[in-house]
């Protein structure tokens, strides 16, 4: 039987939610609905498999069974719709499993089911063994949001990982969409094979301030006219904290300044950071007295004169 990727079919990812799942799969349907693409056997393939991956994603307990055995979840499907007993050899070989229940499949636990079709002891009657294979669990992925203040100084987070929670710690200067392994915790494995891994991609959030690209950090910082045009000093917050700024006398607006060491830390790299690029904007005036008014008028004169 034939393993299908129900979530690369709909093209959402493991943890989309009912809601997503159902839009995905209505798009999809009214893109390749028979009735808009007669004769085309390629978009009927396409929508049957879009509609079986519906059937299951959006059964809360099927969906449980697909995430918890992978390709095998058809033949926890079809013991259990057996009811009245019987034989079955889920990989064709020469074994069999019996089945016998008269309230239908004995669905003790995902890891007692596949006690029963594996081992070589346990519950089974005819015989079915895997001839001494072990199975890898399935891995499991899934997504996990911080902030950039949290990326900038490594942070612990605690995730669920099948009803047990899981403490995490994320070291300084992880990026966006950076993935993690976790070894062996996935889903269990059969026959006394190991557990699966866990894969968590990271998800740092947009920051309101601060753009980020690679290890080096983009920020705007307004300074007054007057600073600019008579040098001095400004403060900008950094993730580091609060440091003081020297703005060179004449410095335009739009000017790019680099702060040394002063971006993100550099991963796996202790001690080591990116800049700092501060993007100086001029901060006109505003609500300005008649004096002041004046003042300026007196300058712009000054230069007009000067011009001549």
């Known amino acids: 039987m034939e393993y299908k990727d129900y979530y690369k079919i709909l093209g959402v990812s493991k943890t989309a939610s009912q809601n997503e799942i159902k839009k995905a799969f209505k798009k999809l349907a009214v893109k390749y609905h028979p009735d808009k693409n007669p004769g085309d056997k390629e978009a009927e393939t396409r929508f049957k498999e879009a509609n079986e991956a519906n059937s299951v994603l959006s059964d ?151 753009e980020r690209i690679g290890d080096n950090l983009y920020v705007d910082v307004p300074v007054d006219l007057y600073t600019l045009i008579l040098g001095g000093k400004t403060e900008v917050n950094t993730l580091k904290g609060m440091i003081k700024l020297d703005i060179p006398k004449g410095t335009e607006s739009g000017k790019v300044l680099r702060l040394r060491n002063l971006g993100m830390p550099v991963y796996n790299e202790t001690g080591k950071f990116g800049d700092l690029y501060a993007k100086v904007l001029v901060q006109l005036p505003k609500n300005l007295s008649e004096k002041e008014e004046a003042l300026f008028k007196q300058l712009a004169s000054l230069r007009e004169y000067a011009k001549v």
């Open 60 to 210: 809360p307990e099927k969906r449980k069974q697909y995430d918890e055995m992978g390709d095998n979840w058809k033949y926890y499907e079809q013991m259990k719709n057996q009811g009245g007993g019987g034989t079955y050899n889920p990989f064709g070989g020469g074994g069999t499993y019996e089945y016998s229940s008269s309230g239908g499949f004995d669905a003790e636990s995902f890891a007692d089911f596949f006690e029963n079709i594996f081992s070589r002891s346990g519950k089974s009657k005819g015989g079915f063994s895997t001839g001494g294979r072990a199975y890898k669990g399935n891995d499991f992925q899934a997504e996990l949001e911080i902030t950039l203040e949290e990326a900038y100084r490594g942070t612990e987070k605690i995730v669920n990982v099948n009803g047990q929670p899981l403490r995490i710690k994320l070291k300084p200067g992880i990026a966006d969409e950076q993935i993690i392994k976790l070894k062996e915790k996935g889903g269990q494995g059969a026959g006394g094979g190991k557990p699966g891994d866990l894969y968590i991609t990271i998800r740092v959030v947009k920051h309101y301030k601060y």
